[in-house]
């Protein structure tokens, strides 16, 4: 079953094409292979992955790989993914981007227009910040609530 | 650097641990957090601040 009616995957597809670069949608998920552990099932993360794979299915340069916690832990570990549904924005190279949780409404629009900017190997970032940016001495962990 | 996107409903301990009353509340290396959605310089005052003293928030 399609989460986005063929209105709003047509306006996905065109906004999908901005990207030129390869994305791929990392996927992190549990209970896909039927094993959950009562009480902390994950209720969004069934969803989250229909809604990506619609996503994924709007651009030839946007793929969708599926890692389970108890099938793949390893992926979590490699990744860096501590909580599901979890999900890293790849392109043509690893920027550390992660996101957490199902993004409807109003973060579908973020989910958007972060894989345009992880497809486009860029952000619309102004030259000011990007020169402060490079000063910085080590990493740092941004966490945006949504 | 890296980024993490959460959805707050999603994840009430992470509400708590950070003090989430409201949407979207930035949190900078568990240090320095914005409110709401602030412009771009004052997301890098909180970069700055965050990365050594540099820089105040707005």
Known sequence: MHLLREREAEAVRTRLQAVTH????????????????????????????????????CSDRVTLEVHDRFGDP????AYG????????????????IRYYGL???????????????????SADLA?????????????LESRARA | MRADIIEATEFPDLVARYAVRGVPR?????RVAV????????????????????????
């Open chain 1, 127 to 139: 030259p000011e910040t990007r020169t402060a940016l490079a000063t910085l001495p080590r990493a």
């Open chain 1, 103 to 121: 993004p409807a409404g109003y973060e579908f629009a973020t989910l958007l227009e972060t894989i345009v900017d992880v497809g486009r190997g």
């Open chain 1, 74 to 77: 390893g992926a979590f570990t």
């Open chain 2, 26 to 30: 930035t949190i900078v290396d568990d």
């Open chain 1, 22 to 57: 390869p994305v791929r949608l990392v996927f992190f998920t549990e209970g896909s292979s039927g094993l959950v552990i009562p009480g902390r099932e994950c209720r969004s993360c069934g969803e989250t992955q229909r809604l990506l794979e619609d996503v994924a299915g």
């Open chain 1, 81 to 96: 993914i501590d909580r599901v549904p979890g999900l890293a924005l790849v392109g043509a190279s690893d920027y550390g």
């Open chain 2, 35 to 58: 409110e709401g959605a602030v412009p771009e310089p004052n997301l890098l005052d909180a970069v700055l601040q965050a990365a050594g003293g540099r820089g105040e928030s707005a």
